[in-house]
């Protein structure tokens, strides 16, 4: 099944009865398998899970480390990209160079690189003089 069709499939389940806003992703990791999520918020909103933290958490349950390729689709006007924090995530678990696809239920979508979407990324290697 393509990244496309599981995160359209995976965000019709997500729970987001404050915002109404679905996102659904999912992964290809480097092993081949693929691992999906979908946000689920929370009545203390704005607490809850991103769809992309909750694919990574599904890949890493499943004993995979590495992500090959990632999807992220939204009822948006515009391809939606991932928040700060689900971008830090990604780069975690994705070399530089890995595609990440945002599309739209309507059709549109936009292809970026890891590196694209998180310029700067802070790294373990920051950390080596602790």
Known sequence: MPLLDAATRVRERAYAPYSRFKVGAAIRSVEGNMHVGCNVENVAYPEGTCAEAGA????????????????????????????????????????????????????????????????????AAHMDRS
């Not at 995979?64 to 975690?92: L, M, N």
């Open 56 to 123: 990574i958490a599904a890949m890493i349950a499943a004993g995979d480390t590495r992500i090959a390729e990632i999807c992220v689709i939204a009822d948006s006007p515009e391809p939606v990209p991932p928040c700060g924090g689900c971008r830090q995530k990604i780069a975690e678990f994705a070399a530089q160079e890995v595609v990440v696809t945002l599309c739209t239920t309507d059709g549109k979508s936009k292809q970026m690189t890891v590196a694209a979407l998180l310029p700067g990324v802070f790294t």
